[in-house]
């Protein structure tokens, strides 16, 4: 899991560390972005995703990434969990150059995903049957120690008794709900979730941030959240990211303080409806800042 | 439900009616059965001449179906494989369109020429035909993943094999029996063309000899058996890939099982 300290300077100086060592890295963080730029296409239609972005995250964080359409969150998603390349700079995970060391991470995103011809429980095991220190005891331990699990998470989440459903059976929230088992039911190091309570009504996503917290809490995985609420955000949040677009870049970064357990009451006080205003004005400025920004806009 | 009873009665009528009015057409004015025998002429023939039938009958369902198991099976193997990967699927696509817009009667007389008249040009060409429709339902199914679900399986570092065994093989079930619907159809046409260009026994066969003689009952009575067998064989590969994939037509009867 998490590596011992070996070499923790996180001095700007070293960006362009050896790439015949990718192993020394800063130990205290679980992920990390370091001047790392995503660009699309090539010549003329070249888009800019993400602009010379360095972001610390250190093991157990809660991490929101919040801003306006288009300003690379959940570029930074994918980076993270090797489903694309930086075009320039270095992703670490775990201390290693990401996709060097198998990393156990669970993933969620605004849709569910799940596999219709599945059961619940199936579904939810999916992972147990695809991750090393699971896959090989899958076939033995499904009926007995791996079921258990997965019908305690489910029951964590309120989805006791429906492992044997399948998904059309199941509301919206509640196939939100088995997604997040789904994600977390290999105890992963790193959780990346992609906007997960987007399509939901309000009183559902409060239930789920509610629950959300509680698996963050008891389980304590490194989590990278994309989301545009910024209520979720500052309930679910120890650090929110605020980012711009075109070119993507990391334009605020607060520590939230809020004692945990936290509760919906809170986000009414005044100061996260403080917190709130100030990342909201922080995005609008994001939003509307004239394109004159460094960059001329590339279009085909 | 009530609705669906009533469909269901109707259409037992028309088809129903369908005969009766044949009959009845022919009786009022008095056709010949030389020109159009009636259905219950057509009937009476099929009964009595069943035995000789037989082996008939007997022949082109053992060359459609042989026909159609190896088709499927070369046509899943090449569909997986070029719904697996993009380039294959480049590659191999205007081909595939080619060969599958040559009229597949065509082909009859190559095969004769290989193989001589009798079974294997009739099991090659129920083959070729089915070929085509399992090929770009498979294609397509496994084409049709969802990118997210894709991206699920990549951070759990799945291999491109369990991608393709966990979740692009099941979601491409639902078009492969669809397709398996047309295919069997597909290749019962392509084995009774073959046997009525080039074979000494199957349906077919027994229909062109009956028309040469202008024992026209006998003709129809091999089109009653050759609807009858088609029918047969929709149904049951309907009935498999209800069975199989209800989850892809949840909601309706499958619901709350």
Known sequence: MSTVVKFANPSPADTGSDPEQPQ??????????????????????????????????????????????????STILK??????????????????????EPVR?????????????????????????I???????????????????????????GLDGFGDKYPWQLSGGMLQRASLCRAL??????????EPFGALDQFTREELWAIMQELWMTRKP???????????????????????AR?????????????????????????????????????????????????????? | MNSNVRRKIASAFLIFGFFVLWELLCLAFHVSDVVLPRPSQVIYTLIVRFPAMWPHIFQTVYTT???????VSIGVVIGVFIGWSKLAYDVAYPMLVGFSSIPKVAVVPIFVLYFGAGTVPAVLTALVMCIFPVVVNVATGLATTEPELEDVMKTLRASRFDILWNVGLPRAMPYFFASLKVAVTLSFVGSVIAETVASNRGIGNLMMIASASFDVPLVYAGLFVLAGLGIALYAIFSLVEARVTGWAHRKTEFAMG
């Open chain 1, 24 to 73: 020394i890295s800063h130990a205290d963080s679980f992920v990390e972005l370091e001047d790392v730029t995503v660009t699309y296409g090539r010549g003329k239609n070249v888009v800019r995703a993400l602009d010379t972005t360095t972001l610390r995250v250190k093991a157990g964080d809660f991490v929101a990434l919040v801003g306006p359409s288009g300003c690379g969150k």
């Open chain 1, 79 to 100: 980076l993270v969990g090797h489903l694309i390349g930086a075009s320039s700079g270095y992703v670490y995970v775990a201390g290693r150059e990401v996709g060097a």
């Open chain 1, 105 to 129: 991470i669970g993933m969620a995103f605004q849709n569910p995903t799940l596999l219709p011809w599945l059961k619940i429980r199936d579904n939810v095991m999916l992972p147990l049957k």
């Open chain 1, 131 to 157: 991750v090393p220190p699971f896959r090989g005891e899958y076939r033995t331990k499904r009926k007995t120690e791996f079921r258990d699990r997965c019908d305690a998470l489910l029951k964590q989440v």
């Open chain 1, 185 to 194: 039911i290999h105890d992963p190091q790193l959780l990346l979730l992609d």
């Open chain 1, 222 to 244: 490194t989590v990278l959240l994309v989301t545009h609420d910024l209520r979720e955000a500052g309930y679910l949040a120890n650090r929110i990211c605020v980012m711009r």
């Open chain 1, 247 to 300: 070119p993507g870049q990391i334009i605020d970064d607060s520590q939230i303080e809020f004692p945990r357990p936290r509760t919906m009451a809170m986000t009414y006080e005044p100061e996260f409806v403080a917190l709130n205003q100030r990342l909201r004005e922080l995005i609008v400025e994001a939003r509307g800042a004239p394109a004159a920004s460094a960059i001329p806009e590339a279009t085909p």
């Open chain 2, 65 to 71: 179906l042989l026909g159609f198991v190896l088709g």
